[in-house]
């Protein structure tokens, strides 16, 4: 099987950083995903690592070690509309499908 | 636009009944997936299809039937031997690993919120 570990609630400041970190453990692992989903709607795509190292795209970057089985995702200059659910995914060699972690809901504080 | 449509928004059925969720993409995805989410909760994968025609089991099919008959649709019915089946109820989709992507985003429909009276 597989698990996932994220911590279940975090609070930053309005202009902050915030890292929500992400442990996983499964077979076959091939990559690392984050969603971010508000409450009620539907979860929307942020990033994705494959490789160790950090991705950047605008305020939000991933960060994966494929060697430590551990991610996280940075978020800068935080808003308040930032305030969401993220979810870290993995996805195993050669399947489509992803396996999602229970999500850490973030709350931004002006 | 291209994405993915979910009917009805709400939905309320009396239990032993079967319900049928809808959903329909224009992306021209190969995959499509169902996911059960449950408050406060993470997404469990119900089924998935890679191409028409055929589908998996996820990790929490019991309960529930799917078909592929189309690539634009993969109805997900919720039966009576579902014990517990109020929930939110995701359909997403995707390109598959096959057609040459390194990573196949999952873009997900607006939802079905599913109440047993």
């Known amino acids: 099987g597989q698990s996932l570990e994220q911590p279940s609630e975090v609070t930053a400041v309005e202009g902050a950083i915030v890292q929500i970190n992400c442990t996983y453990q499964t077979s076959g692992f091939y990559g690392l995903s984050w969603y971010q989903q508000h409450d009620g709607g539907a979860p929307t795509f942020l990033s994705y690592n494959a490789l160790d190292g950090l991705e950047e795209t605008g305020r939000f970057s991933s960060f994966l070690s494929r060697s430590d089985s551990y991610g996280y995702l940075l978020l800068q200059e935080l808003q308040m509309k930032d305030s969401a659910s993220y979810f870290c995914a993995v996805s195993k060699t050669g399947a489509n499908n992803l396996f999602f972690g229970t999500g850490t809901r973030l709350t931004v504080i002006p | 636009d291209g994405g993915i449509t979910q009917s009805p928004k709400y939905l309320f059925r009396k239990e032993g009944q079967n319900v049928t969720l809808s959903c329909e993409q224009n992306l021209n995805h190969d995959a499509m997936y169902w996911y059960r989410q449950d408050p406060g909760q993470g997404l469990r994968l119900i089924y998935y299809?890679?191409?028409?025609?055929?589908?998996q089991k996820g990790d929490i099919a019991e309960g529930y039937s799917v078909s592929r008959e189309k690539k634009e649709s993969f109805p997900l019915t919720v039966t009576s031997a579902q014990k517990n089946p109020t929930a939110f109820y995701l359909c997403a989709s995707s390109s598959s690993l096959t057609s040459g992507g390194l990573y196949n985003e999952q873009f997900f429909g607006p939802g079905t919120r599913l109440t047993v009276l």
């Open positions: 299809s890679q191409i028409v025609n055929d589908f």
